[in-house]
């Protein structure tokens, strides 16, 4: 089954202690993507990646690191968390082409206290 | 940068058309217009996609100014399974291909049996 997976879905947390989100995808796609969640805002852009090794900021990148050594993979690292990064957070994979389709991930929810 | 500006709520009598409205009035020549419409405690889902043309698919249609500034998402006949949040997104191609994805706050669709 075609299918983006995300790990943890769900973290609580203490501020500054180092966290990785996981992200893989079974699609072959060499598009991914991460987006965070917020009330009110809607879903914003974090990192996104065209391929392997080909990483770009999106709108909100500060506070987030990413790499893409496997095209599969593609993980979002907090170095340092801190409280206004407790957000739901999404993962997605497409083909690429601005006519392509993404498909997201179930979500990961994280809390930094 | 690309935006979208859509309306925070919604509401459809079952089995009545609906139309969704999105504007994007700093949209550019290459960028796509992306539907996706998210249930509670999941990912967001595509719905549809066009360029300059109204498309059609099983879902919904899409019906695209001349001027492109905005776009219509329609409903044709909302059951209950349609209410959601519905999102409209750019698809922005950059210099050297990257590709952006700008998400709007969405509209919250309640469908009234």
């Known amino acids: 089954e075609a299918q983006v997976t995300q790990n943890p879905r769900y973290l609580i947390t203490v501020t500054g202690k180092k966290l990785t989100v996981t992200c893989s995808q079974n699609m072959n796609h060499e598009y991914m993507s991460w987006y965070r969640q917020d009330p009110g805002l809607g879903l914003r852009q974090i990192y996104y990646?065209?391929?392997?090794?080909?990483?770009d900021k999106g709108d909100v990148p500060e506070g987030y690191k990413v790499s893409r050594k496997e095209k599969r993979n593609f993980p979002l690292i907090l170095e340092s968390p801190s409280p206004n990064q407790t957000s739901l957070y999404f993962c997605a994979s497409s083909l690429l082409g601005g006519e392509q389709p993404q498909h997201f991930g179930d979500g990961t929810r994280l809390s930094i206290l | 940068d690309a935006k979208t500006t859509q309306p925070n709520s919604m509401e459809s009598n079952e089995e009545e058309p609906v139309h969704l409205p999105c504007n994007h009035s700093?949209?550019?020549?290459?960028?796509?217009i992306h539907w996706y419409r998210q249930l509670p405690s999941q990912g967001p889902e595509y719905v549809i996609h066009?360029?300059?043309s109204n498309v059609n698919n099983r879902m919904a249609s899409l019906a695209i100014a001349e001027d492109r500034k905005s776009s219509t998402l329609i409903l044709h006949r909302a059951t209950l399974r349609d209410a959601a949040v519905y999102y409209c997104i750019l698809r922005v191609t950059l210099s050297g291909g990257y590709q952006k994805v700008t998400f709007g706050t969405g509209t919250k669709l309640q469908v009234i049996p």
């Open positions: 990646s065209m391929n392997v090794e080909v990483t």
């Open positions: 066009g360029l300059t």
């Open positions: 700093t949209i550019s020549g290459t960028d796509y």
